[in-house]
């Protein structure tokens, strides 16, 4: 249904790669857009496309309702809207941030009259209007204008509110990019190690294609440990359901080190997490799983 007369008009600020995905979608749904961008030619194909183009963060922020922010950084939000006037408004913030900026851009924007709510995007710009993507949004802060505007901010991808917490968006989708920065730097130390043996001839080679397919099958299996780690930090008892426990693990990650030695790799990016799992076995918890290590971060 592309009937223009029935969908909430939108702003939007900033036309960066994840801006002008998100604008492409809500142009496709019908919805009249209005956008701005600091450097005002990236707007040009959304113009052709059917956008309107504002030459000002107030002129684009007083054509709509609704105002969706995708810029660079909290402080570009803060540059791009300072003589707006917000009252009235509903003020969602795509731009990625801490979930303290989130916080405190909330009372900002109340304080101008306007209700927020701030997302967290879990999608790269292909992924943006492709459903079968799995992309979404975490969103937290105002309920109100979630609800109120849910089917207009689930055109671009899933729309996950995350509560009355104007900081959860960011501490969610903030948790999730922390977890896959392990992982690549797992990734990325298990090509190093078999890397050195990928240029050698035929049967005496490792492919990096194959190991590459090996590599993603074993960290899908893997990942089922988030089940046992949260059902342990809920119970109390870290003991429970442990398939590997600390004392054969820290043993084992010994050979980790030592092999990443033989193969001529630095320990660097496995060092500090073995550490930390030492440990807690030093204290006293051999029969645990890794769910001990989690407190011991927060210090
Ligand atoms: N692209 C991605 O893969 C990730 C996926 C997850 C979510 N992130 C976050 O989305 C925000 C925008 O990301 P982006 O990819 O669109 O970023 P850029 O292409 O670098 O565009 C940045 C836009 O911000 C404008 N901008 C920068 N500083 C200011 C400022 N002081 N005042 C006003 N606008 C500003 C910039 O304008 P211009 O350079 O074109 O003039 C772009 O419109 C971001 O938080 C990601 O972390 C994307």
């Known amino acids: ?52 183009v504002a030459a000002t963060p107030a002129e684009a922020v007083a054509a709509s309702p609704l105002v969706i922010a995708c810029l660079l950084d909290d402080a570009s939000v803060e540059d791009a809207l300072k003589d707006a006037e917000l009252a009235g408004k509903d003020l969602v913030n795509l731009t990625t941030g801490t979930p303290g900026e989130g ?5 900002w ?8 709510l701030d997302g967290g995007i879990m999608a790269v710009p292909p992924m943006i209007g492709v459903p079968e993507s799995g992309g979404y949004v975490f969103y937290s802060g105002s309920g109100a204008l979630y609800e109120e505007h849910r089917a207009t901010l689930s055109v671009p991808a899933g729309a996950v509110y995350a509560g009355e917490d ?42 990096l294609g194959e190991f590459g397919r090996l590599l993603a099958d074993w960290l899908g299996a893997m990942s089922a440990s988030t089940g046992e780690m949260a059902a342990q930090l809920e119970s109390g008892d870290f003991t429970q359901g442990v398939v590997s426990n600390l004392a054969m693990m820290v043993q084992g990650n010994e050979t980790l080190l030592r092999t990443a030695r033989e193969q001529g790799v630095s320990t660097e990016l496995l060092t500090p997490y073995t550490d930390l799992m030492r440990e807690r076995l030093d204290a006293g918890h051999p029969d645990e799983g890794t769910a001990g290590t989690v407190d011991l971060l927060r210090r």
């Not at 916080?103 to 009372?107: L, N, Q, S, V």
């Not at 924007?109 to 927020?116: C, D, L, N, W």
């Not at 948790?175 to 005496?204: D, P, Q, Y």
């Open 1 to 52: 249904d592309t009937d223009t007369a029935h969908k909430t008009p939108v702003t939007l600020l900033g036309l960066g790669d994840m801006g002008a995905a998100l604008a492409r979608t809500w142009l496709a749904a019908g919805h009249p857009l209005t956008v701005w961008n600091r450097t005002p030619s990236k707007a040009e194909p959304l113009q052709a496309y059917g956008a309107r």
């Open 103 to 107: 916080r405190a851009r909330r009372g």
């Open 109 to 116: 924007a109340e304080r101008r009259g306007a209700r927020f």
């Open 166 to 207: 104007a900081g959860h968006a960011a501490l969610l989708d903030v948790a999730l990019l922390s977890a896959m920065t392990g992982m690549f730097a797992g990734i990325t130390h298990a090509f190093s190690l078999v890397r050195g043996e990928a240029g050698k001839e035929g049967e005496e080679g490792i492919s």
